[in-house]
């Protein structure tokens, strides 16, 4: 995430002097860098163990592997923030593994599109076969695709359980230019729209800076509010955004191609 819009995130989360952030989508970390700044205590999680522990192949030119610089609670170390970093956890988003508690003064994150990440959750069309306890410990769980639609429902939830009142959310919604309305942004009764920005993508797509607020305390029935009530009702069209955002995208490579050879 480029430093200024991190600060730009941190800043509608209203992170300050030792509040608690989470972005449970954290890949490398660079939204908890800008929320360390101000003074906020940061952790995060992600499906995947080598990015937000800098193992695997790096991404910086003419270097095969990471190195041990490479890692969230590094790159706070790098600012001079390290004493905000609380902890990151290898955890499945769709599968909220923290307690029922308001703890958390803003959530922010920047959830996978499928362009340059895939969108993952742990499980299988096929079901399991066996109980999680007959795995063993460096067992890999297989993944499946895990919809747009879905994972602003999982979000929109975990921001209402687990955020202080008046805490804020704050995330990236990306759409395509032509079936954009504000009613494709996710509603929740817990949370409150507080404002939506754009940022043009390409010239068929943007994302969306999406602020809510909570201003409801979680009850078990807000959980299915989308299954209740069509005010609160996913936009399936999500879903389809990585096939409209290249087919964007080679449609634009054709017409370039067919001016270069006139």
Known sequence: MDAGLSFLIANHAKAGANDLVFDPFVGTGSLLVACAHFGAYVCGADIDYNIIHGRGK???KDQKWRGPDENIRANLRQYGLEQFYVDVLVSDASKNILRKANFFDAIITDPPYGVR???????????????AEEYIESHVPVSMNYHLSDIFIDLLNLAAENLVMNGRLVYWLPVYKLD???????????????????????????????????????????????????????????????????????????????????
């Not at 990440?117 to 109980?131: A, F």
């Not at 507080?194 to 943007?206: D, F, K």
């Open 58 to 60: 790096a991404s910086r």
């Open 117 to 131: 990440e895939s969108t993952r959750k742990t499980g299988s069309q096929k079901g399991i076969i066996k109980s």
């Open 180 to 262: 954009y309305t504000e009613d494709v942004i996710p509603q929740h009764p817990c949370l409150k729209l507080i404002s939506n920005c754009e940022q043009t993508l390409t010239s068929h797509t943007s994302r969306q800076l999406i602020t809510m607020e909570k201003v409801k305390e979680f009850e078990d029935k807000d959980r299915f509010a989308h299954l209740n009530n069509t005010k609160y009702n996913p936009y399936v069209g999500h879903n389809s955004f990585r096939e409209k955002y290249f087919s964007g995208v080679m449609k634009k490579v054709a017409k370039e191609t067919k001016n270069t050879q006139k």
